[in-house]
C-alpha cells in the first residue's frame, strides 16, 4: 500500500503566483510528514517538518504547509513564486512498521517557474 | 560545518561488474540510510542502519546488493554482477538518532552508469 501520494507529478506557475502542491498520505497513526527539494544537480534539502506540534508548519524561503488530518493530506504551498524555486519536490511520511521506522518517499513533483 | 560525502560522484562500469559506492556520514550522526533514485521516479529505500542494531534491509532488491558500515561511520554500498536495470542515482543520508522527527542530511549522491 503506497503510503504518500504526490498528486501531481509536474506543477508550471509564472514568477509572482502562488505554488500549491498536494501530498496525500495513508497512515494509521500520526505520522512525522516532510517536505524535500532538490535543485538540479544538487542533493535534496529539507524545506520544512511536521512532527505533532502546530498544523501550519513554516518552512524555508517563504514555503508552508498544512496538516490536514481528517483530509490525510500536507500540502506544500507558497504564496508567491520566484523563479529559484523551480527544483523537484518529494513529500515524505515516516512511521513504524514492523519495528523498524521507515520513511517513505513521494514521486516528486518538478516545479517549473516561468517568467 | 562537514557534510554528508558521497564516493566516486559518477561511476561506469560494465554488465557483470561489482561495484563499491562509500558514505561517509556526518561525524556524530547515528543513523545511516541508502536510497536509490531512478530516472523520473522518486527515492526508494535501500537500507537503514541505527546504531549498533541489526540494520533494516527491507529495501535491498536483490541478493546482489550488500551494504555494511563499519565503526559506526562509514558505510559502503556494494552491487554484484551489475546490470543495466542498476543504472541510478545513489544517496546516502545520515541523521542524529534516527528517530521518526528528525531531519535527514543527504549527501550529493553516486551516479551509477551500467552499459
Known amino acids: 500500500a503506497q503510503s504518500v501520494t504526490q498528486l501531481d507529478s509536474h506543477v508550471s506557475v509564472s514568477e509572482g503566483t502562488p505554488v500549491l502542491l498536494r501530498c496525500n498520505y495513508s497512515s494509521s497513526y500520526s505520522p512525522s510528514l516532510f517536505w524535500y527539494v532538490q535543485h538540479p544537480n544538487k542533493g535534496l534539502q529539507l524545506l520544512l517538518k511536521?512532527?505533532?506540534?502546530?498544523?501550519l508548519v513554516k518552512g524555508i524561503n517563504g514555503f508552508e504547509a498544512e496538516f490536514k488530518k481528517s483530509e490525510t493530506s500536507f500540502h506544500l504551498t507558497k504564496p508567491s513564486a520566484h523563479m529559484s524555486d523551480a527544483a523537484e519536490y518529494f513529500c515524505?511520511?515516516?512511521?513504524?512498521?514492523?519495528?523498524?521506522?521507515?520513511?517513505?518517499f513521494g514521486s516528486g513533483t518538478k516545479l517549473n517557474v516561468k517568467p | 560545518g562537514a557534510g554528508v560525502s558521497q564516493s566516486p560522484s559518477n561511476k561506469v562500469t560494465e554488465k557483470g561488474k561489482d561495484v563499491e559506492l562509500r558514505c561517509d556520514p556526518i561525524s556524530g550522526h547515528t543513523a545511516l540510510y541508502w536510497y536509490r533514485q531512478s530516472l523520473g521516479q522518486g527515492l526508494e529505500f535501500l537500507i537503514y542502519?541505527?546504531?549498533?542494531?541489526?540494520?533494516?534491509k527491507s529495501g535491498l532488491p536483490s541478493d546482489r546488493f550488500s551494504a555494511e558500515r563499519t565503526g559506526g561511520s562509514v558505510s559502503t554500498l556494494t552491487i554484484q554482477r551489475t546490470q543495466q536495470e542498476d543504472s541510478a542515482v545513489y544517496l546516502c543520508?545520515?541523521?542524529?538518532?534516527?528517530?521518526?522527527?528528525?531531519?535527514?542530511?543527504f549527501g550529493p549522491g553516486t551516479r551509477l552508469l551500467v552499459l
Open positions: 542502519f541505527q546504531g549498533n542494531s541489526a540494520p533494516d
Open positions: 543520508a545520515s541523521s542524529l538518532a534516527g528517530t521518526l522527527q528528525e531531519t535527514q542530511y
Open positions: 515524505v511520511v515516516s512511521l513504524v512498521k514492523y519495528n523498524f521506522n521507515k520513511f517513505y
Open positions: 511536521y512532527t505533532s506540534a502546530a498544523t
